[in-house]
């Protein structure tokens, strides 16, 4: 059963910047984090859960959401999956969860696919 835990969040001017983490643990012996599709997502109030950035299973490519192209990128380090955010406007105000799941690359942006959540992590942007 793997374990997500998020961190990183917090309040932010407009323009700044941020760089959220997400430790994964608990994966069998001898599996990697490879073995999984690994995604964050975000939330807004009153708005449904979209994914942003998302490393393929397949392919171990990375996918964007059209709204977020230029100004997030999804890296990984070891047992952690991270979201660099550029820019940041008040749009991208939001809970932000990564995930992870044996999920095929083009559904990898797909929040339905995924097993795994972490409990998530506050972003706010605000002048």
């Known amino acids: 059963q793997l374990q997500l835990v998020e961190s990183g969040g917090g309040s932010v001017q407009p323009g700044g910047s941020l760089r959220l983490s997400c430790a994964v643990s608990?994966?069998?012996?001898?599996?990697?984090?490879?073995?999984?599709?690994k995604a964050w997502f975000r939330q807004a109030p009153g708005k449904e859960r979209e994914g942003v950035a998302c490393?393929?299973?397949?392919?171990?490519r990375t996918y964007y959401a059209d709204s977020v192209k230029g100004r997030f990128t999804i890296s990984r380090d070891n047992a952690e999956v991270h979201l660099h955010i550029n820019n940041l406007s008040a749009d991208d105000t939001a809970v932000y969860y990564c995930?992870?799941?044996?999920?095929?690359?083009?559904?990898?942006?797909?929040?339905?696919?995924?097993?795994?959540w972490g409990q998530g992590t506050q972003v706010t942007v605000s002048s």
């Open positions: 995930a992870a799941a044996r999920v095929r690359s083009n559904y990898c942006l797909v929040s339905k696919m995924y097993d795994y």
């Open positions: 608990g994966a069998p012996a001898g599996v990697t984090l490879d073995y999984y599709g």
């Open positions: 490393f393929g299973r397949d392919d171990g």
